[in-house]
């Protein structure tokens, strides 16, 4: 018999470390009042060395996290998927019932203990649901992730376009960036990265007139459903 969900408390894990306050205000922005964010990192523990020590494989292997201090990281998936499927296992052992992985990269090997959102899928489902076919415009934070943008996105009856935007990059590489993408005249666009921001999804709507979706407030939105 399943349990019922803990209404009051959802449970993230951020592929870098806590706290990420920018991340919990964009979740919270989106979530009923009253429902308590315990937000942690796959690498809560690690030292700056520890972390520079698990570089990616290659482009496959490849995430980007910013960190506490406001750096951006490059690390390994592999590392992550372990690390972060330790504190989803321990969220669920605290009676955490939604956890959300606050990353939008695919992690076939994370250990999904308990009912675990993977803002991957829900990205994924919801640009084939509302794009049958088009132009899909997306932006991630690495060239290496931008040149294997066709094998996460590409389907029958789209044509992927992609545009490199690090996040936390000033107003004006946000600017430079939508304009861009939108001389590239796509049907949607994706910001695929929880760490971009409902600030910098207004100011790409400033150049880009079409639909855009925001990774982290999409993958919130099906949280709340589940809660509320």
Not at 137 to 156: N, Y
Request: charged share 20%; aromatic share 4%.
């Amino acid at each position: 018999m399943n349990m019922p969900l803990k209404h009051q408390r959802i449970g993230v894990v951020v592929i870098g470390q806590s706290p990420r306050p920018t991340v919990a205000a964009e979740i919270a922005a989106v979530l009923s009042p009253g429902i308590q964010i315990e937000l942690r990192g796959a690498l809560d523990g690690m030292s700056r060395a520890e972390i520079d020590a698990i570089p990616p494989m290659d482009g496959y292997d490849t995430l980007f996290t910013l960190l506490p201090s406001g750096d951006g990281v490059t690390i390994s998936k592999k590392e992550v998927e372990r690390r972060a499927s330790q504190q989803i296992t321990r969220f669920k052992h605290e009676g955490v019932g939604v956890t959300l992985m606050a990353c939008t990269g695919k992690f076939p090997n994370l250990a999904a203990d308990g009912l675990v959102i993977l803002p991957s899928a829900v990205l994924h489902n919801l640009v084939e649901a509302v794009l049958p076919k088009g132009r899909l415009g997306v932006f991630s934070p690495l060239p290496e992730q931008t040149a294997l943008i066709d094998k996460k996105w590409q389907r029958d009856g789209v044509e992927v376009v992609g545009i490199t935007l690090r996040p936390g990059s000033s107003d004006a590489a946000v600017d430079e960036a939508a304009r861009t993408m939108a001389d590239l005249e796509p049907d949607l666009v994706v910001m695929d990265c929880i760490s971009y921001s409902s600030a910098n999804k207004a100011r790409v709507r400033t150049a880009y007139p079409g639909p855009v979706i925001l990774g982290i407030a999409a993958a919130a939105r099906i949280v709340e459903e589940l809660v509320s």
